[in-house]
């Protein structure tokens, strides 16, 4: 059964950081690219960032290029997304994706980011 685990989420200021897991189970992680997505309330959900499947080919979102991380352990199969500057239109529910059509309706139960002073 295939399985991608959100954690990491939280309060934070504007101006600070968190740092987003996903933890995959049930499929080969290494051998898929994967990409982290988010869904503000009231707004469809958005890329925000993809990884290929060795870790050396990454993409962002215009909104969070220069900002965000994306990094994978394919030894620990886990992605992960570091935030930094954040700011409180990233407010969202973050989820994690593998990026294959055989895993395309299979979604974590996402991890709530929040961004406010």
């Known amino acids: 059964q295939v399985q991608f685990v959100e954690s990491g989420g939280g309060l934070v200021q504007p101006g600070g950081s968190l740092r987003l897991s996903c933890a995959v189970s049930g499929l080969i992680f290494s051998g898929y690219s994967m990409g982290w997505y988010r869904q503000a309330p009231g707004k469809q959900r958005e890329f925000v960032a993809t990884i290929s499947s060795s870790g050396s080919i990454t993409n962002y979102a215009d909104s969070v290029k220069g900002r965000f991380t994306i990094s994978r352990d394919n030894t620990k199969n886990t992605m992960y997304l570091q935030m930094n500057n954040l700011k409180p239109e990233d407010t969202a529910v973050y989820y994690c994706?593998?990026?294959?059509?055989?895993?395309?309706?299979?979604w974590g139960q996402g991890t709530q980011v929040t961004v406010s002073s």
């Open positions: 994706k593998a990026l294959h059509p055989t895993w395309s309706n299979y």
